[in-house]
């Protein structure tokens, strides 16, 4: 079953410390999205990709990086870790032709400290 | 300003019973999908609307593009029917979905 896979499920992590977050497709989708959820909030988009090897900024990138190395991975990068990152952050993948298929992944909870 | 505001924040329904979550957009917009965020926090496709009325089970949802707005509606609520509901329309290209901010729905016994 095509799917959108996150790892890692849970995170702690030190401020001022590297993070990265992994998401895997096997939906043979060529959008691919990191949306982060504070609590009590809906989802908002950090950055996203239409092809390998290019990534664009959503409306929340400052802070984050991220990285395009094929079709079926994304990954989101916080370089120095802060408090105010603390969220569940989800990834999402789209065909990019309407987005009744949209597919999220399970979340990953990051908790900095 | 938020282009997607939902209402109301919270429910609390008494199962079997039913009540209708609705969504305002800002501007006219091409279509919506709405979402069940489940109790372990995953997020679940429910309905993707470009027009009119869909069904599905218990669960029915209307878009009205010229209007701006969508409604879910939910009939015979049971327990498992608890969780938070997001609308989400496209904004700009490539597919970007703009959330609102969610309704929290408590069905209890």
């Known amino acids: 079953e095509a799917a959108v896979t996150q790892s890692p499920r849970s995170k702690v992590a030190v401020t001022g410390g590297k993070v990265t977050l992994s998401c895997h497709q096997t939906?043979?989708?060529?959008?691919m999205y990191w949306y982060r959820q504070d609590t009590g909030h809906g989802l908002r988009l950090i950055h996203y990709s239409y092809v390998a090897d290019s990534t664009e900024k959503g409306d929340i990138p400052d802070g984050y990086k991220a990285s395009r190395p094929s079709q079926e991975n994304f990954s989101l990068i916080l370089e120095l870790a802060s408090l105010s990152q603390t969220a569940v952050y989800f990834c999402?993948?789209?065909?990019?032709?309407?987005?009744?298929?949209?597919?999220f992944g399970s979340g990953t909870r990051l908790l900095v400290i | 300003g938020d282009q997607v505001e939902q209402s109301p924040s919270a429910l609390s329904l008494h199962e079997g019973t039913g009540s209708a979550l609705r969504c305002n957009f800002t501007t006219t917009m091409r279509a919506v999908q709405w979402f069940q965020q489940n109790s372990r926090g995953s997020l679940i496709n429910l309905f993707y609307l470009a027009s009119g009325t869909k069904e599905n089970g218990r669960l029915k949802s209307t878009f009205n593009s010229k209007e701006s707005y969508s409604t879910l509606h939910i009939r015979d609520a049971q327990l498992e029917d608890s969780g938070t509901y997001f609308c989400a329309v496209a904004t700009g290209g490539n597919n970007k979905l703009t959330f609102g901010q969610g309704t929290v729905l408590s069905v209890i016994p």
């Open positions: 939906n043979n989708h060529d959008y």
């Open positions: 999402a993948s789209s065909p990019g032709q309407g987005f009744s298929d949209y597919t």
